[in-house]
């Protein structure tokens, strides 16, 4: 006698996209087209230059996330956005307050990373600019999300470190390329993308305690039986 195979989540059509997801890929790009058009200033007019923090511009912690230096720029994030938003955003759900939970986790993101990197980095006159911490939250809590139903992972797991190892590894690369020797300037703020992953993989969780995220739906047997009492 034999055991039947554990039930499969059906498939997915391969351009379902949530909504939430869309919203924000589309605010990038539309925010960037209209930079493009009418703003070559904004990168100074709504960036955050971490030196101004504590001098009126604390605004800037929210409205960098709408500017980008450049389409390759603008596009990456919006890629990002849409390779890894998906697992969040279809945990939250795609009713009103499921929008409002996914805008709401990834502008804290972008938030909390903007700040971190200003703290990093007090005397700091170049304006940071761009969606990245934001979109490195949702990657982090695509880490932890990335299994057929949608499960909270441990912290400690063996897959979420390896592939927190990978993401850091491949951060301090891409920072290392990015400085320029010759006048101190680096052109990527790796800081603010490591800490928008950190606050992925560990606000996640807390984002679900916080707003009461009710656990996936599970199969009656194979390898997630039971109920996700390990979520944390």
Do not use: C, K
């Not at 960036?47 to 009126?56: R, S, V």
């Not at 307050?97 to 996914?102: E, M, V």
């Not at 909390?112 to 969606?131: F, H, K, R, W």
């Not at 606000?203 to 305690?209: N, T």
């Amino acid at each position: 006698m034999t055991e039947s195979p554990p039930p499969q989540p059906g498939r997915e059509p391969a351009f379902n996209v949530p909504g939430p997801v869309l919203l924000v890929v589309g605010t990038i790009l539309g925010l960037y087209a209209v930079q493009s058009w009418i703003g070559p200033d904004w990168p100074y007019r709504f960036g955050l230059i971490p030196a101004h923090l504590w001098q009126g511009g604390a605004l800037g912690l929210l409205t960098s996330m709408g500017v980008h230096g450049e389409w390759m720029h603008a596009g990456s994030n919006a890629v990002g956005a849409l390779a890894f938003g998906a697992p969040l955003a279809r945990r939250l759900g795609g009713d009103l307050r499921g929008y409002a939970l996914f805008i709401g986790f990834f502008l804290v993101s972008g938030v909390l990373s903007a700040l971190g990197y200003a703290l990093l980095n007090p005397e700091s006159q170049v304006p940071l600019i761009g969606a990245s911490g934001a979109v490195f939250g949702l990657i982090g809590a695509a880490t932890r999300l990335m299994n057929p139903w949608g499960v909270l992972e441990p912290l400690l797991s063996r897959r979420v470190l390896s592939m927190t190892a990978a993401w850091v590894a491949v951060n301090l690369l891409v920072g290392f390329l990015g400085f320029d020797p010759s006048t101190g300037i680096r052109g990527i703020a790796w800081e603010a993308h490591l800490i928008g992953l950190a606050v992925g993989l560990l606000g996640v969780g807390l984002w679900f305690l916080l707003w009461r995220v009710p656990p996936p739906a599970l199969p009656r047997s194979g390898p997630w039986t039971g109920t996700p009492g390990g979520e944390h």
